[in-house]
């Protein structure tokens, strides 16, 4: 069966049809894959029956898959630990009192992965293996779109501004840097618009769970503008839900979308494979 390309929002998603992950896909095809990619942020591919080996050999698609590493001594991680893997499990499963995996139960507010760190990831591969009954979505929005849809005026006062982009492991609360030690949590400065570096386009470049504030403005101010800009990254209109079927893998451009989670109940087993493509550093 040929490739087909199924978008499933005027902006962002579309499923990638009529490819299988087990097997090796030919170069042509790849080529197909990662202009869907391009073109529509996120793709989704169902129905697969993937072993660890095959997602791997489905990233490198995309580039190439970070092996995780272990996080720095004293850091606030609760994040389970397999290191030196390219998985990570996304996951509320505990066994003898020890969280399988990262990211535990419930909603969590809308981000980029790995903002805060010097080269962000080019993108996550997540493999759905447990669902709840319900809830769970994830939802992604498409922040070439808030960067089109910042009223004018404000676009040009942000040009060239930077922000702090930090990750201190809540899922759902505003970051509170009055009480935060930076020096125990990973954070960067990032541009606050960068421009793609595969594509070219200008993309907005903050969230509401990690990005802490914009250097060099006073903070109610700065506080003021993100609010405004929070709501412009995740306006219904640019936002796609993916409900998750078993087999679902969602690969998601991770420099010019965010994403969230939904709440789902926390006495079912969720159970996310994960895997992530080498970044780099982001510019203006
Ligand atoms: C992630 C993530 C959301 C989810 O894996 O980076 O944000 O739906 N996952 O589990
Ligand atoms: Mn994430």
Known sequence: MAMSVVPMHPVIGAEIKG????????????AKIRKAFEDHVVVVFRGQ????GDQVRAG??????????????????TQGGNWDTPFMYVTNIVENGKSLGSFGDGEMWFHHDTSYYEEPHRAT???SQKLTSWGGETCFANQYAAYDNIPRKLRDK?????????????????????????????????PIFITHPATGRKSLYVSRLMTARIEGMPMAE?????????DISEDPSIVYEHK????????WDNWCSIH????????????????????QTMHF
């Open 19 to 30: 490819v299988d992950l087990t097997k090796p896909v030919d170069q042509e095809t790849q």
């Open 49 to 52: 029956d993937l072993a660890d």
């Open 60 to 77: 490198e698609i995309f580039g190439k898959v970070v092996l995780r590493e272990r996080p720095p001594v004293g850091d606030l991680s």
């Open 125 to 127: 591969l997540l493999y």
């Open 158 to 190: 942000l040009e060239g501004r930077k922000v702090l982009q930090m990750h201190d492991y809540k899922r759902r609360e505003r970051l509170n840097l009055d009480v935060v030690d930076l020096a125990k949590v990973r954070h960067h400065v990032q």
């Open 222 to 230: 700065s506080e003021e503008i993100l609010a405004q800009l929070f």
């Open 244 to 251: 998750w079927k078993i087999g679902d893998l969602v690969c």
């Open 260 to 279: 969230m989670r939904k709440d789902f109940p926390r006495e079912e087993p969720r159970l996310m494979r994960r895997c992530t493509i080498v970044g």
